[in-house]
C-alpha cells in the first residue's frame, strides 16, 4: 500500500497498522471491550513482519512483558481499556523508573468500577497525573479523529525512545470503533534503527554489564534518579501541542479534547452562524498540558469566558483553571455513563452562559 491511497479503516485497527509502521514488533496485551480490535489485529499482522504477538493471562501479566521487551531494547507496546489500564498501574510506574521506552493505549470505557463499555473521557487524571506511584509522569496524546491517532502513534516510538519514557494514547470507544478514511504512512526498516547503548540485548559478553533497574536503597541515589527524570519530563515540554479553531477574534472560548473536540468544533460553526463569536481550544497534547495556549488566549480582553466540555464529572477542567489562572471564569459541563455530548447540547450550555453572564 502506498503512503498516497486512503483506505477506510476502523479506528482500533488503524491505530494497529500504525504501530506496525512505525516499528512496533512486539504486543503484549489481554482482552477487554472496546479495544479488542488491536491485538486482534496485531495477532495476525506481527507475524507477518517477523513480530512476536502475546495475549498475556492477564493484564499485569502484559505489561511486564513490555517491561521485559522494552528492557532488551525491542518497540513494545501494549493496549487495553480503563479497567486493565489501572492493573497496569504498577508496571506502568516500573517501566518509567527504569527509563524504558513503550507505547501504550487506552481506549477508554465508563466507569468508576467496572462501569460499561462505552466512550468515556473517565480517564484523564489517571493518564496526566501519572496513575501508578511515585514521581512519574507520561508523554499523553489525546487525538480528536483516526487519521491523527494514525500520525501520533506512528511516531510515537521515536518519542519513546527519545525521552526513554512510556507514551500513553488516550483515546475511547468512538476513536477506537467508528471508521474513518485515513493514509497510513510508510512501513520504516527496521534494521536501520540505531543500537540502543543501554538494552540488555545479550551483547555485552566479557563486557561491562548493562543493568535495567528501578530499585534504589540508598536515599540519596532515589532522589538522583528522581531529580534525573524530573529533567526529562522538563525537556519534554518540547512536544507540547495544540489546536486553535477561529479563536483569533472569538469572546467564548470552548476547550474539550479527543472525539469532544471534533462535536466542539461543530458547535462552534453552528454559535458563529448564529452570531456568537466563539472558537475551540484543544490541547493534542494532555501531557504536557498546553497551559501557554490558555494562558495567551486568557489575557486577551476580548475573551470573556471559558466552557470546558468533557465526557466526565470535571477533570481536564482543572488544567485549564491552573492555566487560565483566574483571569478568566472557566465553566464545565460534562457527559458521563457512556452518554456523548451534541453540538446542539453544546450551543444550548452556551447559549445559557451568555444569557446568564
Not at 507477518?48 to 504477538?53: K, L, S, T
Request: some cysteine; hydrophobic content about 40%; charged content about 25%.
Amino acid at each position: 500500500m502506498s503512503t498516497s491511497e486512503r483506505t477506510l479503516m476502523k479506528g482500533n485497527e488503524a491505530i494497529a497498522e500504525a504501530a506496525i509502521r512505525g516499528g512496533c514488533r512486539y504486543f503484549f496485551g489481554y482482552p477487554i471491550t472496546p479495544q479488542n480490535e488491536i491485538p486482534e489485529y496485531m495477532s495476525r499482522r506481527l507475524p507477518e513482519v517477523g513480530g512476536a504477538f502475546i495475549q498475556a493471562e492477564s493484564e499485569v501479566s502484559a505489561i511486564n512483558m513490555v517491561y521485559g521487551a522494552a528492557g532488551a531494547g525491542g518497540r513494545t507496546m501494549t493496549s487495553s481499556s480503563s479497567p486493565g489500564i489501572s492493573l497496569k498501574q504498577e508496571g506502568i510506574s516500573y517501566i518509567a523508573g527504569a527509563e524504558l521506552p513503550c507505547v501504550i493505549v487506552n481506549m477508554v470505557r465508563s466507569g468508576p468500577g467496572l462501569g460499561g463499555i462505552l466512550p468515556s473521557q473517565g480517564d484523564y487524571f489517571q493518564a496526566v497525573k501519572g496513575g501508578g506511584h511515585g514521581d512519574y509522569r507520561m508523554l499523553v496524546y489525546g487525538p480528536a479523529s483516526i487519521q491523527e491517532a494514525v500520525d501520533i502513534v506512528y511516531k510515537a516510538f521515536d518519542k519513546a525512545e527519545q525521552y526513554r519514557i512510556p507514551v500513553m494514547i488516550l483515546g475511547d470507544g468512538v476513536l477506537g470503533q467508528m471508521m474513518e478514511p485515513v493514509t497510513l504512512p510508510e512501513m520504516l526498516d527496521t534494521s536501520a534503527f540505531p543500537k540502543k547503548e543501554w538494552a540488555t540485548d545479550g551483547t555485552r559478553a566479557g563486557k561491562d554489564r548493562r543493568v535495567i533497574n528501578s530499585l534504589y536503597i540508598e536515599s540519596e541515589l532515589l532522589e538522583g534518579m528522581n531529580k534525573k527524570l524530573a529533567a526529562v519530563y522538563e525537556r519534554m515540554k518540547a512536544e507540547t501541542a495544540s489546536e486553535s479553531y477561529k479563536t483569533d477574534d472569538a469572546e467564548l472560548i470552548l476547550t474539550a479534547f479527543g472525539t469532544t473536540a471534533r462535536i466542539a468544533k461543530s458547535a462552534v460553526d453552528i454559535l458563529r452562524e448564529n452570531g456568537i463569536k466563539a472558537g475551540l481550544l484543544r490541547p493534542v497534547t494532555l501531557y504536557p498540558f498546553p497551559s501557554e495556549a490558555y494562558a495567551a488566549l486568557a489575557a486577551e480582553e476580548r475573551v470573556k469566558k471559558f466552557v470546558t466540555f468533557e465526557l466526565n464529572m470535571g477533570q481536564m477542567v482543572e488544567d485549564v483553571r491552573l492555566s487560565v489562572n483566574g483571569k478568566k471564569p472557566v465553566e464545565f459541563y460534562g457527559r458521563s455513563g457512556g452518554n456523548i455530548i451534541s453540538p446542539d447540547e453544546m450551543v444550548r450550555v452556551c447559549l445559557g452562559l451568555i444569557k446568564n453572564a
